[in-house]
């Protein structure tokens, strides 16, 4: 059980940022409030100075977001091509003077015509996504729905399970060979529920402590998980002999893993923590041990049935596998099945990060794929009606009418349309040469943007009448615009950047700006990925304009190329930025015919093209 609640009187101007937006009374523990811990939202405390520019109250409640390991660099030409072209030199572009993105001269796919309007000001100075870790996200911001934690935790404050610490952050008993107490134990899980953790595989947090306080010990989760957990959080912990453990952590995970595997009714924990261990091992540049990680896990999810998951009520009956005996016993519960759905889905995502970052095709097959999206928590707590007929697949997104619809209330989460763009990335970015495959992708996107909800296509303004974005909507933009800039890239044949492509460039990086200006973005591989092919095109641009003599046009691109630079040199510790921040000073040093030559002996696609 966890200690009880310290609460100390509210001073003036204490009051976190989400309660201060909501205005209610906050009770202002450090680092996480309860009112922000009992709705598993980010706490924010800001100083004085920063409170003017507080945004008003959205109309939906704003996500946490999630800080997760990073994806090292692939192999296809928009990066490794560039090498060959010269040493690098930043290029002196200081004073150029500021540019606005073009009025639109075409309808585009993927935003409402309020961002398109977004100024661009590249004299901001310094960069507030700056991580204070080596390790960088490999999932894009975006959580599921937001749930309550169970009573007695819904209290909390985290900071009161360290009371028993000296000054030097170390236990007054000490910890032998890397086991934790009881108290470490509820901060690492407080600490991971709360949002405060580098990749967070979802799960329903009530039943989870629920079978932690289990008195049979088949029914607590596995230790494999425990341990996975553990490892996403200690990072996160104040605790430096905690953040010690982290190697600790991921050997027990591993060896656990493999205990976890052989057992029926704890395969489904090792496969949860096999998709945190993905992540972590990717963030370490360890590859191939991310690799094995990955082919191992999703082979379990597919071997299990996770993917052909009947309905959101496919409780207490056996799935249709190859064998004829499951290896993982019936959901008892709609809540235990929306365990699996999410753990699934969660899985799905991962996997696709880490082939949009490679260029390579996915592991899932789309076509076999039954489970339906995932739902908001409330409605298998509550058994809601509409679980029997209202489930959407990832396939219905991008249809223009779907059968399954059959009420007028949306009941897919933003989780759920972060994965149907992830996936339509991905498709694009295997760069089809077909041009019915190219079209089919184009409906593709239209029918996702048409099919999201308002909130996640518009911006919002603050107080003081300054337009700012939700994060969660730039979020589901900032994709949804690359994966149009990649489609107009894909014709190769024009010898200059596609002026459409170059449009949807300008905008991508006005939602830039506006996450930086008010700090509300995190850094993650997709992010960066859109930044190197954001400043590739215009570096193209503007060297192409160099050499036909438009010098002023040119720097108004220049200028932007340098924007993206400076937020990338500033985040050189971080191994994928530092690589991607070399791979843009090459493209500066390179001539303008390495835009549209192909270089090396490599005959695939994705080596002979700059996009």
Partial sequence: MPPETKNRPLARGDACQQCKTRKVRCPAQKPACANCTRKNRECIYTSRTQQQNEIEPLPTIQPEIYDIPHLPTHSSTSFDLLRQNGQSSRSSTNDLPNTLPPTPSFESFSLDPSLSQIQNDTSIQGNNWIQDSGMVGLLPSMMGPIQMLPSPWENIDITNLLNDYNENGIHENGIDKGEISEKERDHLLLLYFTGQRLLGVDMHISSFYERLQSSDSSKRPHPCLLNAIYLMTCRKSPLESLRKLETTFYKRAKEQMEEAIISHDTVFDAIRAGTMLITWLFGWDRQLEGWAMLGQTVGLAIAVGLDRIESSVDVSTEYKLRSPTSYLPPAKSHLELADRINAFWILYL??????????????????????????????????????????????????????????????????????????????????????????????????????????????????????????????LQLITLCTEMFLYSLDQTLGKPDPRALEVARRILGILHLLNDYDIGDVNVFAIIIWCRVAAILTWESKRLESIGDAFTAASYMKDVQFVCNTLQQMSHIKLAAESYQAIQDLLEADVSVFTSSSGSSTTPSDQTIF
């Avoid at 908001?376 to 990832?394: G, M, N, Q, S, V």
């Avoid at 991008?398 to 994965?419: M, V």
């Fill in 350 to 475: 991962v996997n696709k990060c880490v082939c949009i970052g490679f260029e390579l095709s996915s592991l899932f097959d789309l076509d076999r794929i039954t489970t339906p999206l995932p739902r908001p928590w409330e409605e298998y707590e509550t058994i809601d009606a509409h679980l029997k007929t209202c489930d959407r697949r990832i396939t219905d997104i991008f249809e223009k009418s779907s059968s399954s619809q059959t009420c007028d209330k949306d009941h897919t989460p933003e989780f759920g349309y972060l994965i149907c763009a992830a996936d339509l990335m991905h498709q694009v970015s295997l760069r089809p040469q077909s041009i019915v495959e190219q079209e089919k992708l184009q409906n593709r996107l239209k029918m996702l943007n048409a099919n999201l909800p308002s909130n996640l296509k518009t911006t919002d303004r603050t107080k003081d009448g300054k337009i700012t974005i939700r994060p969660e909507t730039a979020t």
